[in-house]
């Protein structure tokens, strides 16, 4: 059965995301701790993702971030389109990597995976569902315009769409 995505207004009181259980990026059992991710240098300490220190005898596990940018699956997509967004590139990925940089030193495993131009649009993929809606907020604080934020009921994924 197809998942149809829905829209969602910011400030609503509906849930936006499904049940965590639906995505196979998350963690499906606990891991040895300390544990650190091989690529990136996260470590798994106290139940969740941190930059920290490798601790000593650490074990090796790929984070969930590295694993979707290995597979290439996205969490999240942020689709920047307009001829605002066209004339002002640089300054707009400027301060997508900036609230990414932020992002990440509280929560290790919100990562933007690529920012690629597609025809009209810039399309950028993150490993997070929070992180593409946090990045498509900033743009609409930053530079006004409309966003638009779709989500498929049955998976873990969100669609935000920022025009100017």
């Given at each position: 059965?197809k998942?149809r ?7 609503s009181?509906?849930?936006?995301f ?7 990026y998350k963690?499906?059992?606990k ?41 290439r ?15 002002h590139?640089?300054?707009?990925v400027q ?40 990045l498509?907020?900033a ?15 049955d ?10």
């Amino acid at each position: 059965m197809k998942s149809r995505a829905q829209s969602f207004k910011p400030g609503s009181q509906e849930t936006i995301f499904p049940d965590p259980g639906n995505d196979a990026y998350k963690l499906q059992h606990k891991l040895p701790e300390p544990s650190v991710c091989p690529t990136c240098g996260a470590a798994y300490h106290k139940g969740r993702w941190q930059w920290m220190t490798r601790p000593p005898g650490a074990a090796e596990v790929v984070c969930p971030a590295c694993h979707r940018i290995a597979d290439r699956e996205p969490a999240g997509y942020l689709y920047i389109e307009g001829e605002f967004a066209s004339r002002h590139r640089d300054e707009l990925v400027q301060l997508l990597r900036h609230h990414e940089e932020h992002e990440r030193t509280e929560h290790a495993m919100e990562r933007i995976i690529a920012i690629d131009d597609e025809s009209d649009k810039t399309v950028v993929t993150t490993t997070g569902v929070h992180l593409a809606r946090n990045l498509g907020a900033a743009l609409k604080t930053a530079f006004n315009g409309t966003l638009e934020l779709k989500y498929g009921k049955d998976e873990n994924l969100l669609r935000a769409y920022w025009r100017r």
